[in-house]
Structure formats: C-alpha cells, structure tokens
C-alpha cells in the first residue's frame, strides 16, 4: 500500500484534528452488519472544533482524509479479514500441516466477546 500524497505531510494540529474527531463521533456505526465505518461531514468537524479555531481549509481536508480512510478499509482490507469459522479452519489446517511443537497461546478472555 503507498501513501496518499495528499495527507503524507501534514501539521500536528490536523492530526489532532483527526484524533479528536475519531474519538469523539467513533470510528464506526454500532450495531450496524455489515460493519460500517463512519462518515464524517464538515459541519460536525466545524462544531466539533469551535473552541480550537481550525481553519475551514484544515477542516474540509480532515473531513476528506476521514471518508477517504473509511472508504479505503471497507473497500480494500475488510474483504481480505476472516470470520470466525474461517479463522477457525485455516488455524486447523495450519496446525495440522505443520505440527508445531512450541506452546500455542490462548484467548483468555472470560466473557462470550460481543460480535
């Protein structure tokens, strides 16, 4: 994967920008199958911001860094992920043709994890 030119040099404030923005609105739809990535607007990016006076230029280009990053994951990397029954059997198939004799680390999680 190359990096998009557009965003490669940008100033600690935009990213700022992003990470406030990820995290404040999420990075995602909640319950929403298939799982969707959210999109943002400029308008919520603006009020977002008020108190932090970003430009409407850094603003516009946040908004199309955060589509164009949603639109890159759903469209590129989520149909190469697995479910859970084909993890399950391509672990299987691995184990069984290799045969490793090391330890093999375990999900210790004690609670059924929400999907």
């Known amino acids: 994967m190359q990096p998009n030119l557009q965003f490669l040099h940008q100033t600690n404030d935009f990213w700022a920008l992003i990470r ?7 990075y995602s739809l909640r319950n929403k199958k298939p799982l969707r ?3 943002f607007t400029p308008n919520e990016l603006r009020d977002l911001s008020t108190k932090l006076n970003f430009k409407e230029n850094k603003i516009a280009l946040a908004v199309k860094y955060l589509n164009f990053r949603a639109n ?3 469209q590129n990397v ?3 992920l697995m479910d859970r029954p084909e993890a399950k059997k391509t672990f299987e198939t691995l184990i069984k043709n290799h045969k490793p004799t090391s330890h093999l680390p375990f999900n210790k999680q004690k609670k059924k994890k929400d999907t």
């Open 72 to 74: 890159l994951l759903e």
């Open 20 to 26: 406030l923005a990820s995290e404040s609105f999420g």
């Open 78 to 80: 989520f149909p190469l």
């Open 37 to 39: 990535l959210r999109r």
